[in-house]
Every structure is written in structure tokens, then in C-alpha cells.
């Protein structure tokens, strides 16, 4: 599964723009589906028979897009003015290289110069709008032959593995739960699952509203990651989760107050199988689940996720246990949810 995260973290895909992570997806999937299709907001909506025949009663989420930046213009002398997409932190952009536009042109980001800052301009994070991108271009005329207004832009950042056991990428958010649906694909499965590779979470979880519309599960299990910041000088409580602790099982955060019978059946899952877990100590954050939950007439959802350091930056840490343990866990999670299907389908 490794081998798979590294590659789709090399991909781009910023929000609204996911095409090339839907292209590698849809190659390794049409495999292994019985069906599967693309929607109008960009979802890939993909179907697996198992061995109990339950329809779309079980739904499995991660979404495929990333934070970036969009072009917005471009100055007469040729650089480009943008604004981000999605939650970045504007305090670790300067000087960060991106590609931009399908065609992949360089760029970085750049402010003034430190000797041309006030000292009440250093004691701030820049604002948006003084930033820039340099593409090495000596005018407007030349730069738009390399990029336009609308073009995407993704950081750039090697996947590699460092230290005791972490993983260190751009886009592990959430390509790490795209990466578990993948594998499980490949296999043999104790029930028919729908898989949603969803579009635009970053912006608002917009995708993951299409996806359930149409599938309307009643079950959903999101895999994300979320927010780590076990770091010096943080307060315990602050630090909501470390990576290597094992996946982040919510009953709560700032957008969905999570099923307490899937949140109980995951931890159990968990300590029954010696599978390390955690929770959120620190209720904030959200994603597609909050969307999900709310579709139709409502739609009973968990979340499973990986404690990832410096998430929305150009470079993302977390741990390989923690991605092969989500991996673990649902496949336990899938093996109980057909039980449990079953008792139903005969009481």
C-alpha cells in the first residue's frame, strides 16, 4: 500500500482540478469493479460485489483533492497573483516551489524582501494578496505563454520515509485513505461496497454531497487524516493526536457528531485485534462525513483517520503504522458490518 500512497502524492490535484489522481485511480479500479463511473462534480463513484449481497448499503469515502492556489492574474512584469484553495497556511508558503497548470510549469512562491519590510510587517504572517509567484518569465507577454488565469497549482515534495517509521509527503491528506480503498479493491470482500474517491473536500466537502445523493448508503465510513500537533510547547490537550499512536477513531468534531454505535464497533474492533487507536482530545476540524450525514434522510457515519504533523502544508508527516492499521481496521470494519447486515436481513 505504501508504493501506492507514494505514487498518488506525487500527483496533482488541487481542489476542482483532481483529474490526474481520478485518471491513476480509475487505471487501478476498473480491475476490480463491477461498476464504476464518474459524476458531474468530478466524485468517482466505484462499486464492488462481495460475498454477501447488500447493494449500496455501505459506503467507504476519502476524498482525492488537495490544497493549492489558483492563478488569478498575471502583473505586467510576469509574475502571477493567486489566492490559495483550501485551508493553507500562509506562514509556510514563502519560498515553497509549486507546479502549475496541466502542463507543470515551475514556480515559487515569493514576498518582498525581508531589508523592505517594516518591523510591524515581520511580526505578521503576509496577507495573500502581497504574495506572488515567480515563474522566471521577464514580462506578461511571456508568462502567459507558460500559464493563465484558472490554472492550478500544487506544491512540490518527494514522498519519502524518514526517521522511526514517519512518512513524510504533500497531499497524504488525504491520499492515505484513497490509498487503503485502493488496496481493498484488490480483494476479496465479505459484502458489496461503494467506494466514493470524492472531489472538492477541501473547499467545503462539495463533492461528498453528489456522491451520497446518488449512492444514499446507510452506513458511511470516511478514512482522512487529521490534524497532529504533537510538538514542543504545544498543552497535552491541544496536541489532539500523534502519529504512531494508531488511527484516530472521532465521536466528535467541529462539524459531526459521529454514529456512537459505529464509533463503539471500531474501538472494540481495535482492541479486540490489538490495533493501537486514539481520539481527538481537541474537538475541531471537519470533513466529508459532515456532508454525508446529512443527505437525504440522514445517513449513520464514522470516521477513521491518520495523525498527520503540518497538515495543509506543502509537506505532510505521519506514520506508516497508523496508514497500515486504517487498512486493518476496515477491513475488520467491513468483516462486522456484514455480520451485522446479516442479523438484520434475518430477525
Known amino acids: 500500500m505504501l508504493n501506492t500512497l507514494k505514487e498518488l502524492c506525487c500527483l496533482n490535484g488541487v481542489s476542482g482540478d ?4 481520478r485518471r491513476y485511480i480509475t487505471a487501478k479500479a476498473v480491475k476490480h469493479a463491477d461498476h464504476l463511473h464518474a459524476d458531474a462534480l468530478g466524485n468517482l463513484i466505484v462499486f464492488k460485489k462481495g460475498r454477501k449481497s447488500t447493494g449500496n448499503r455501505l459506503m467507504l469515502a476519502a476524498h482525492m483533492d488537495e490544497v493549492g492556489v489558483i492563478v488569478t492574474r498575471i502583473t505586467d512584469e510576469g509574475f502571477l497573483k493567486f489566492d490559495f484553495v483550501g485551508g493553507v497556511d ?22 518582498k524582501a525581508i531589508h523592505l519590510t517594516t518591523r510591524e ?14 515563474v522566471g518569465a521577464r514580462d506578461r507577454e511571456s508568462a502567459g505563454k507558460l500559464v493563465e488565469p484558472g490554472d492550478c497549482g500544487a506544491f512540490v515534495c518527494e514522498p519519502e520515509e524518514f526517521g522511526d517509521g514517519l512518512f513524510k509527503a504533500r497531499a497524504i491528506d488525504d491520499r492515505v485513505g484513497c490509498a487503503v480503498m485502493l488496496k481493498l ?5 465479505p459484502l458489496d461496497v461503494t467506494f466514493a474517491f470524492t472531489a472538492q473536500e477541501e473547499v467545503g466537502t462539495r463533492g461528498a454531497f453528489g456522491a451520497a445523493f446518488s449512492v444514499t448508503p446507510e452506513i458511511a465510513l470516511v478514512l482522512e487524516t487529521t490534524t497532529a500537533a504533537g510538538l514542543p510547547g504545544v498543552e497535552g490537550h491541544r496536541r489532539v493526536c500523534a502519529p504512531g499512536r494508531g488511527p484516530v477513531i472521532s465521536y466528535m468534531d467541529g462539524a459531526t457528531i459521529y454514529d456512537r454505535e459505529l464509533f463503539e464497533t471500531l474501538r472494540r474492533l481495535s482492541e479486540e485485534n490489538g490495533i493501537p487507536w486514539q481520539t481527538k482530545e481537541y474537538i475541531a476540524g471537519g470533513n466529508d462525513a459532515r456532508t454525508i450525514q446529512r443527505t437525504k434522510a440522514g445517513v449513520r457515519v464514522a470516521a477513521m483517520s491518520a495523525a498527520v504533523r503540518y497538515l495543509h502544508a506543502p509537506a505532510s508527516v505521519g506514520s506508516t503504522a497508523d496508514f497500515e492499521n486504517m487498512l486493518r481496521l476496515t477491513r475488520l470494519f467491513l468483516s462486522e458490518m456484514a455480520q451485522q447486515i446479516q442479523k438484520e436481513d434475518f430477525s
Open 185 to 189: 479493491l484488490e480483494e476479496d470482500l
Open 90 to 111: 500562509r506562514r509556510v508558503a514563502i519560498g515553497k516551489p509549486l507546479l502549475i497548470g496541466h502542463n507543470k510549469v515551475p514556480g515559487v512562491i515569493g514576498l
Open 18 to 21: 483532481e483529474d490526474e489522481v
Open 121 to 134: 510587517e515581520r511580526k505578521k504572517a503576509p496577507k495573500t494578496e502581497s504574495l506572488y509567484i515567480d
